[in-house]
């Protein structure tokens, strides 16, 4: 049965502003027994980490960006861009739920029922009010400990796009650059790319029209 959540003061009123939310005393059995399917719900070596509901502006940010890779991963055949709250296990007792994450081909076999098992290639997250400190430091700690390739951070506040970038080359192992406008290209995502200050305009471009440009690259 899933768990019903109500974040609530001292004073037993429900929390209205942001917020993120730890809960020591889980295991990561009644995680995936009892995480919500309808929001964010993650867990980090026995805490549940509970997230505020997503705000209209987060929801089509994240949208905009998911249809423009889905659409191109599956015309170019590629692999599968999936969502959250479908589960990134890093490793047994970290479960993130990232906005948008890549599972190419070679790795499709580690998606199951419950989770997918590993490092993804491609990792996408929006910022909000409630999870800049969690996406920004916490979790981009653990995706560049846990081998993810390549990690953006959409932060729509400040209108930057952070990219994280993993290699193997032991002379430069790690590498973080920040993109205000003008074209970015994903190394882990062949052929595909956005203009950043699309993701700035209000409203959001059409993502039809911006991927038939991505596709005519």
């Known amino acids: 049965m899933a768990l019903a959540v109500k974040v609530v003061t001292l004073d037993g009123d429900e929390i209205s502003e942001p917020y993120l939310v730890r809960i020591?005393?889980?295991?990561?059995?009644?995680?995936?027994?009892?995480?919500?399917?309808?929001?964010?719900?993650?867990?980090?070596?026995?805490?549940?980490?509970?997230?505020?509901?997503?705000?209209?502006?987060?929801?089509?940010?994240?949208?905009?960006?998911?249809?423009?890779?889905?659409?191109?991963?599956?015309?170019?055949?590629?692999?599968?861009?999936l969502n959250g709250p479908a589960v990134v296990r890093l490793r047994p007792g970290l479960d993130y739920e990232p906005d948008i994450f890549f599972v190419p081909l070679l790795q499709l076999g580690a998606i199951g029922e419950q989770f997918f098992s590993g490092a993804p290639?491609?990792?996408?997250?929006v910022l909000s009010e409630g999870t800049r400190t969690h996406d920004l430091i916490t979790k981009a700690s653990a995706y560049r400990r846990h081998g993810v390739?390549?990690?953006?951070?959409?932060?729509?506040?400040?209108?930057?796009?952070?990219?994280?970038?993993?290699?193997?080359?032991?002379?430069?192992?790690?590498?973080?650059?920040?993109?205000?406008?003008?074209?970015?290209?994903?190394?882990?995502?062949?052929?595909?790319?956005?203009?950043?200050s699309w993701l700035w305009q209000d409203p959001l471009p059409d993502p039809l029209h911006c991927l038939e440009q991505i596709l005519a690259a």
């Open 24 to 81: 020591a005393g889980w295991t990561e059995e009644r995680y995936f027994r009892e995480a919500p399917e309808t929001r964010f719900f993650e867990f980090e070596d026995g805490e549940a980490i509970v997230h505020s509901p997503a705000k209209p502006t987060h929801q089509e940010g994240t949208l905009f960006l998911s249809i423009l890779a889905q659409v191109y991963v599956r015309r170019r055949n590629l692999g599968k861009i």
């Open 121 to 125: 290639a491609f990792i996408v997250e």
């Open 149 to 196: 390739p390549e990690y953006w951070v959409v932060d729509p506040t400040r209108r930057i796009l952070l990219r994280h970038l993993v290699s193997q080359d032991p002379q430069a192992p790690y590498r973080l650059t920040e993109h205000a406008a003008g074209r970015l290209e994903s190394l882990a995502i062949p052929g595909f790319w956005v203009d950043v």
